[in-house]
């Protein structure tokens, strides 16, 4: 929590975060969460029947002034979770001076979508809700700042550079929310986070809400929020019941044609493959698009796109726009853009690079099975990441099955499983069998073993930890 002059102090705050952290009843509606009359009505035109978990959870205790660590996925509802307390206070007299409510957010593409959900909960209100973010010009936001909206949603370097400006105030703030909290950690933001918390009166409600509670978000808890009421809403979503999860062994070299045969075989609705790197990201879209424009349908280069860092600001929300209105049917992201995707027809996720980090992970298939659908993730491994396989694992406590389509069984050196029953799922457009399309499948290559450097095999680990493709 913070001290009389701003900064931070040690004292009444958790040091194990997510020790003893309780999971929330489920409540069978919003009329028992103590929204007002107003907001059940802003619920009702939003289509909101019953509350999640998350928002079971949270929204009684933020309409209470409480601080709260929430442990939770993306796809759960959290954005409504914290959008409709915040509502609820702007609705009742408050500081001058400023906006009243602050969300911090990863990335732009964040930024967007948590304002959208304001401004769609707040229709027909007189509480208006900017959103700050890099990549735009930021004359337009100075004039949106200049007619004093009671909520702003940002990225915290843009944030900073407005307080720095003179163009945002925090005197005002009554309530402050970090949403995935653990990646904007990730990506370099604490420095300015703390800064932004500074600077806000210390009798500041705040919200964190992280999928993740690694040591640094344990930390910034433990500085920045007041007694906070630890709750995990993630038990059991690691390993989401909606989200089948497979895994392919697979030679680096053949990765794309291994693409292209699953995108064929499974025919998502829409699907997001993530790579790497920005390069790798050009690379993968390019050649999708260039062979899908030379096949039979025309159309099918124009459902393919790809988004990075390294675009515009005007590319990336024109993509996204795009993504959510279906027109494009498989977007190549890397993972500090995938992140922010929120698109609730995404089917299939392709990890064609397994992530570095295990969290990227979780953070990857997460934009599947959103709000209870189900969906389907796929990981492309090589001989040499074994290893990281198992590492993903665990983390998830979960086994993945393995995955097969003919003609890409390299490096398998166990004992042949049975084949993998495809059955459709949620609606999802699915592929005629391999059989039906009369065509011959290319012939097997012979079983490569992997390098005695991959990090296979005896000697890495407790035994049933092993990987061996």
Known sequence: MDNGSGHPTESGAPTGVMEGAVAPQVAG???????????????????????????AGLIPRALAGIDVLGQARTGTGKTAAFVLPILEKMMHPGRPGGPRAIVLVPTRELAVQVKDEFEKLAHGTKIHCVAVYGGKPIKGQIDKLAKHPAVVVGTPGRVLDHMGRGTLTFGA????????????????????????????????????????????????????????????????ELAVETIEQRYFTVDPTR??????????????LQAIVFCRTKRGTDK?????????????????AEEVACIHGDLSQSIRDRVMREFRE??????????????GIDVSSVSHIVNYDIPEFCDDYVH??????????????????SPEEGPQLTRIE??????????????????DRRPKPAPVEHVPTGGFQRAAAAAAAGEAAPEAEEPKRPPASSGLGKGRGPKRHRRAL
């Open 29 to 55: 509606s919003f009329h028992t969460l103590g929204l007002s009359a107003a907001t059940l009505a802003a619920v009702d035109r939003a289509g909101y029947t019953t509350p999640t978990p998350v928002q």
């Open 173 to 236: 703030i009554e309530m402050v929310t970090l949403d995935e909290a653990d990646r904007m950690l990730d990506i370099g933001f604490r420095p300015d986070i703390e800064k932004i918390l500074r600077r806000c009166p210390d009798s500041r409600q705040t919200l964190l809400l992280s999928a993740t509670v690694p040591p640094p978000v344990q930390k910034l808890a433990t500085r920045y929020m007041r007694d906070p009421e630890i709750m995990d809403f993630s038990v059991n």
């Open 255 to 268: 990765k794309f044609d291994l693409l292209e045969r699953l995108l064929d075989r499974e025919q998502p």
């Open 284 to 300: 993968i879209y390019e050649k999708l698009a260039r062979r899908r424009s030379r096949s039979r349908d025309h159309g099918a």
């Open 326 to 339: 279906g027109s494009v049917r498989i977007l190549v992201a890397t993972d500090v853009v995938g992140r």
């Open 364 to 381: 990857r298939v997460g934009r599947t099975g959103r709000m209870g659908r189900e969906g389907i993730a796929f990981t492309f491994v």
């Open 394 to 411: 665990i983390r998830i406590e979960r086994l993945l099955k393995r995955d097969e389509i003919e003609g890409f069984e390299a490096f």
